[in-house]
């Protein structure tokens, strides 16, 4: 019973083809953002990817490996705020 459980699980696993093609949709979803917003995104999106992978790692890599991502993590997001707040903050350039 835990043998087919565990075969049934590995067929739901998503293949890397289909896992680029989920980043690449992602992509071309921050494209279609106001410029203003698209970089603000893309770090908050990459600051929980970061996230996400030290808490996988957790427990198989070093506590300082898993220690550094958490903190590149927390820098992206803190980076992703103050994109967002300078670009409302600093006046737009008009591209001729």
Do not use: W
Request: hydrophobic letters at 40%; aromatic letters at 4%; a negative charge.
């Amino acid at each position: 019973m835990c043998v087919r459980k565990a075969d049934q699980c590995q067929d739901r696993k998503p293949t890397q083809a289909s896992t680029d093609e989920e980043v690449a949709r992602l992509v071309r979803h921050l494209q279609t953002l106001p410029v203003s917003e698209r970089s603000s995104c893309a770090l908050g999106v990459a600051s929980r990817l970061i996230e996400f992978a030290a808490y996988e790692l957790a427990g198989r890599q070093s506590p300082d490996d898993v220690a550094d991502l958490i903190n590149c993590a927390a820098r992206m997001d803190y980076a992703s705020v103050d994109v967002q707040v300078a670009s409302h903050t600093l006046p737009t350039r008009r591209v001729q």
